[in-house]
């Protein structure tokens, strides 16, 4: 089946580690995202890429640092700069680039940070 | 004034109801609205999505848009208490096609 596997589902760290969270999509979609989601907040865009090799940053990209290699992936560090970085972690990917195209999300991992 | 608005609730509704769930924007030159429903502790998953303005039904589900409003909202008929959920409204943003605003939610309770 066809979707967006995102993993660890739940990760504990200490304050001051970097921790890479992974997102891998086989739905073919040219564009992938990182969301972050507080309680009592909506979500807020960290990093999205539109195609291999090229990435921009979201409103809140402070703190963390993406990649796209490949098309099928696209992981999401969360270094030590960030400064709250217990939350609820969301990929999500689209079709295109196209401003229609709905997206897809993963299961989301679940950060602690401690 | 935020770029998307949702009343958080909780909404309560009976089953068998109607639920509406209210949307309001503030980029009049937004094209694209979209409706994700997340189940608590999970991800969102998309229930329905509108370009044009008037409605759009899916099966039990309803969209609406008026463009010239700047408001969007979702109604549920036979409101069943596996619809109880947050319901989240996203707006793209017409000064930057690239990004889409998700409004805070709705939480909807639907009571047997």
């Known amino acids: 089946d066809g979707g967006i596997t995102q993993s660890p589902k739940y990760l504990f760290r200490k304050e001051g580690q970097n921790v890479t969270l992974s997102c891998e999509q086989n739905l073919n979609h040219d564009a992938m995202y990182w969301y972050r989601q507080d309680p009592g907040q909506g979500l807020r865009l960290i990093y999205y890429?539109?195609?291999?090799?090229?990435?921009q940053k979201g409103d809140i990209a402070e703190g963390y640092s993406v990649s796209r290699e490949k098309k099928e992936s696209f992981p999401l560090t969360v270094t030590s700069a960030q400064k709250n970085p217990t939350a609820f972690y969301l990929c999500?990917?689209?079709?295109?680039?196209?401003?229609?195209?709905?997206?897809?999300f993963g299961n989301g991992t679940r950060l602690t940070v401690t | 004034q935020k770029e998307v608005e949702q009343n958080s609730g909780p909404l309560s509704v009976p089953e068998g109801a109607i639920a509406s769930l209210n949307c309001t924007y503030s980029d009049r030159g937004s094209q694209s609205f979209f409706w994700y429903r997340q189940y608590s502790g999970k991800s969102p998953e998309l229930i329905m999505f509108?370009?044009?303005?008037g409605d759009k039904e899916d099966g039990r589900f309803t969209a609406q848009l008026n463009k010239a409003s700047q408001y969007v909202s979702l109604l549920i008929r036979d409101s069943q208490p596996s619809d109880s959920a947050t319901y989240l409204c996203?707006?793209?943003?017409?000064?930057?096609?690239?990004?889409?605003?998700f409004g805070t939610g709705t939480r909807l309770q639907v009571f047997p």
């Open positions: 509108i370009y044009s303005n």
């Open positions: 996203a707006v793209n943003v017409a000064y930057n096609t690239d990004k889409l605003i």
């Open positions: 890429s539109q195609i291999v090799n090229d990435f």
């Open positions: 999500a990917s689209s079709g295109s680039w196209d401003k229609n195209s709905p997206l897809h």
